[in-house]
């Protein structure tokens, strides 16, 4: 199976219009549709709001109270991969 990367969108009907042109040869093709989202910065900030509002929440494991209280929230440029990463280097010595 051969792949290909096009450019299109959904017109008012419904319908999926390639817009780019294509040199592909006739019969069936699959088609999987991926619809651009929000930005990784919008969707960091997002996240960074949320713990923020979710490091002040009362909780009912009074263990946890003082913890919520002192944690902040992971740096703006913090990769959580590059961070397993590491772990996983210093625990089998990599």
Request: cysteine-free; glycine content about 6%.
């Amino acid at each position: 199976m051969q792949a290909y990367k096009l450019k299109g969108k959904i017109d008012n009907a419904g319908n999926l219009v390639i817009t780019d042109p294509m040199q592909i040869p006739p019969g069936d093709v699959e088609v999987i549709v991926l619809q651009p989202g929000e930005t990784l910065a919008t969707s960091t900030q997002k996240a960074i709001d949320s713990q923020q509002e979710t490091s002040n929440r009362p909780t009912k494991i009074k263990a946890l109270q003082g913890w919520f209280q002192k944690t902040q929230p992971a740096p703006s440029d913090f990769d959580p991969d590059e961070a397993r990463w590491e772990a996983l280097k210093e625990k089998h010595n990599l």
